[in-house]
């Protein structure tokens, strides 16, 4: 299958509206993480908790975007033998569920369910053939990273931000993508928004998006 046919299945399945939401969400989800943990808790515990705040603000507002639309669906879903929840968002041709990544563009980490999930996409060519899974749905990933800086006053000021929110198909083996799509550069108007409440000046808003491209990724 080509790349561009993983394009179109996701647009034409979630479609730009929801896009440009679940990116706001993300935004609104770091924000509040952020405030919750700083109001609530001392370092080191604020480290240790806020990406856990984070993670359920991010499902819980993606949750709140599907039930305004009524051609998606969410579920929370409990793989066997492991404590968490995840949201698994189905649409006519795509599966989604989110992840935390270390640097934009990153690999989700390795678990069942979404290599599961994934197996069916073997090769770009096979997603149409006899390996598709029974809804003939491909599974997408929405990521994020947090923001990361070695000056230390950008990190305090931006540090709440994130880093990258990226839209992918992995790979059965969940070491690159198939497809891979930048929110942040896709819809750059929401990032500008947010960034200058943070009083990031266009300038520096420039240097973030720039900082938010995979630099990694190849389809191949």
Excluded at 1 to 6: L, S
Excluded at 111 to 135: D, I, K, M
Aim: proline letters at 6%.
């Amino acid at each position: 299958m080509a790349v561009d046919v993983y394009e179109d299945r996701i647009n034409e399945s979630l479609g730009n509206e929801f896009l440009k939401k679940a990116l706001t969400g993300i935004y609104v989800a770091f924000a509040a993480a952020h405030e919750f943990c700083q109001a609530n808790y001392p370092e080191p515990e604020r480290k240790n908790l806020e990406p856990l705040v984070r993670r359920a603000n991010v499902e819980k507002n993606l949750k709140a975007t599907v039930d305004m639309m009524p051609e998606l669906s969410v579920s929370n879903v409990k793989p066997a033998g492991t404590p968490w929840f995840h949201i698994e968002i189905l649409g006519a041709s795509v599966i989604l569920t989110t992840s935390a990544v270390r640097y934009p563009g990153g690999p989700v980490n390795s678990a069942t369910f979404r290599e599961v999930n994934a197996s069916p996409q073997l090769r770009f060519e096979e997603l149409e053939g006899p390996h598709a899974n029974e809804a003939g749905r491909c599974y997408a990933v929405l990521t994020y990273s947090s923001y990361i800086s070695s000056d230390l006053d950008e990190q305090r000021m931006y540090g709440h931000l994130p880093g990258s929110v990226h839209i992918g198909v992995p790979s059965p083996d969940l070491r690159k993508y198939l497809y891979l799509d930048n929110l942040m550069t896709r819809f750059p108007d929401i990032v500008k928004n947010h960034a200058a409440t943070c009083g990031m000046e266009e300038n520096m808003i420039n240097v973030y998006l720039r900082r938010s491209e995979a630099t990694l990724y190849h389809a191949s």
